[in-house]
C-alpha cells in the first residue's frame, strides 16, 4: 500500500493537491488520504489516474516491475493497452451500457402502463363528463318547465288573484 501511495504522489508530481483532485473528480482530502495510505484507492479510481495522467495502469498498480516511473506525464497521450487488457475494458464498458440499456427499457415499460392507465382514465372521466353535461342539461330544462308551470299559476298573495264568493264566505264562518 505504501508503493501505491507513493506512485499516487510521483503522478501528482509538482501539482497540488487541489488541482489533482479537480482532475481526478474527488476531493483533496481523498487525496491526501490515499497518498498517505490511510485509504486505498477503487479500481475505477486507478484507472481515471492512468488515462488523466497518462502512466501505465500496471506501473501504478506495481504490477510493472521493470519500470521504475511513469512512461508519460502528458495527459495528452493514450497509453498503449494490450490486447487483453483492452478486451477487459471493453467488455466493462459493455457490460455498463448493457445495464444501463435494460434500466432504460425497464423505465420505458413502467413509462408505457402509466400512459395507458392515464390514458383510460382520461376517457373514462370524458365519459363521466358526458354524463354530467347530459344530467344538467335535462335538469335545466326540468327547472324551464317548472319556472312556466309556476308563472302560470296565480300565487296565494297575488291581488289579482280572484277568489270565489263560496270560498270567502267560508273563510268569514270560521273565524
Known amino acids: 500500500m505504501r508503493d501505491l501511495a507513493s506512485r ?35 479500481e475505477r479510481f486507478l ?11 500496471d506501473w501504478l498498480k506495481g504490477e510493472d516491475l521493470d519500470q521504475l516511473s511513469p512512461v508519460e ?3 495528452r497521450k493514450k497509453i498503449s493497452l494490450s ?20 434500466t432504460l427499457e425497464d423505465e420505458r415499460r ?9 390514458y383510460q382514465e382520461k376517457e373514462m372521466l370524458l365519459r363521466e363528463k358526458e354524463a354530467m353535461l347530459r344530467e344538467n342539461g335535462s335538469l335545466r330544462e326540468k327547472i324551464a318547465r317548472l319556472e312556466g308551470d309556476l308563472a ?9 288573484h280572484a277568489t270565489r264568493p263560496s270560498e270567502e ?6 273565524v
Not at 484507472?47 to 495502469?57: D, F, N
Not at 487488457?85 to 440499456?101: F, G, H, I, N, P
Open 83 to 102: 490486447a487483453r487488457q483492452y478486451c477487459s475494458e471493453l467488455e466493462t464498458r459493455l457490460d455498463k451500457a448493457e445495464r444501463k440499456v435494460e
Open 110 to 118: 413502467e413509462l408505457a402502463a402509466e400512459n395507458r392507465r392515464l
Open 169 to 174: 264566505s267560508a273563510s268569514h264562518s270560521d
Open 73 to 75: 506525464k502528458s495527459p
Open 152 to 160: 302560470r299559476t296565480p300565487s296565494l298573495f297575488d291581488e289579482h
Open 8 to 42: 499516487l504522489k510521483q503522478v501528482r508530481g509538482k501539482r497540488s493537491a487541489k488541482e489533482f483532485a479537480a482532475l481526478m473528480g474527488c476531493s483533496m482530502q481523498t487525496v491526501y488520504r490515499y497518498e498517505w495510505g490511510e485509504r486505498l484507492p477503487d
Open 47 to 57: 484507472q481515471e489516474v492512468a488515462e488523466k495522467t497518462g502512466v501505465s495502469l
